[in-house]
T-cell receptor, first 113, second 115 residues
Framework: AQSVSQHNHHVILSEAASLELGCNYSYGGTVNLFWYVQYPGQHLQLLLKYFSGDPLVKGIKGFEAEFIKSKFSFNLRKPSVQWSDTAEYFCAVNYLNTDKLIFGTGTRLQVFP | GAVVSQHPSWVICKSGTSVKIECRSLDFQATTMFWYRQFPKQSLMLMATSNEGSKATYEQGVEKDKFLINHASLTLSTLTVTSAHPEDSSFYIC???????????FGSGTQLSVL
């Protein structure tokens, strides 16, 4: 079955620490990959996406993600987090033979000043 | 940027009653909208795909007679939870796909609590 897994459920960091959130998906053909963020009390927003081309994708607010096809992974990174990055982060995959987005379980990030 | 308005943001109802949730794309047209539900500490699970002018496509295990979806216009989809029960208590989120560029935008969600 098509699925997405996020390994880290809850991450706690101090400001300026580096961040990497894992995301793996099951094989199911060609995919489009997304990271969404949900700040406290707000709706989901797109951070970045990968459709094709350069596997290293730059997103908003200094986030980036790398698509490694051989590992079925799309990990999210940020070299130096800020307190305002505190949020829930969701990885999502669109298998191109369907019209659906499949979400991971999310990772709660808490950044302390 | 594009906005999807979801209303109400929270609702409490008695068991056996029906609840309607609206999802509106405010500044773009959406032929396709999606309805998700999210249980605490779990992922968003796709319930159904709502297509303007046609019947919704439901995911396996989702009761179409219980979760009625209507997508009567290019800017509005509604989800009605009929004869709600406590196990229907959840966070429901809609998303809408902009017809011009295929981008997906999410509503702010509706917290449903059934007593």
């Amino acid at each position: 079955a098509q699925s997405v897994s996020q390994h880290n459920h809850h991450v706690i960091l101090s400001e300026a620490a580096s961040l990497e959130l894992g995301c793996n998906y099951s094989y199911g053909g060609t995919v489009n990959l997304f990271w969404y963020v949900q700040y406290p009390g707000q709706h989901l927003q797109l951070l970045l996406k990968y459709f094709s081309g350069d596997p290293l994708v730059k997103g908003i607010k200094g986030f980036e993600a790398e698509f490694i096809k051989s590992k079925f992974s799309f990990n999210l990174r940020k070299p130096s987090v800020q307190w305002s990055d505190t949020a829930e982060y969701f990885c999502a995959v669109n298998y191109l033979n369907t019209d659906k987005l499949i979400f991971g379980t999310g990772t709660r990030l808490q950044v302390f000043p | 940027g594009a906005v999807v308005s979801q209303h109400p943001s929270w609702v409490i109802c008695k068991s056996g009653t029906s609840v309607k949730i609206e999802c509106r794309s405010l500044d773009f047209q959406a032929t396709t909208m999606f309805w998700y539900r999210q249980f605490p500490k779990q992922s968003l699970m796709l319930m159904a795909t709502s297509n303007e002018g046609s019947k919704a496509t439901y995911e396996q295990g989702v009761e179409k007679d219980k979760f009625l979806i209507n997508h009567a216009s290019l800017t509005l989809s509604t989800l009605t939870v009929t004869s709600a029960h406590p196990e229907d208590s959840s966070f429901y989120i809609c998303s809408a796909r902009d017809v011009t560029d295929e981008k997906l935008f999410f509503g702010s969600g509706t917290q449903l609590s059934v007593l």
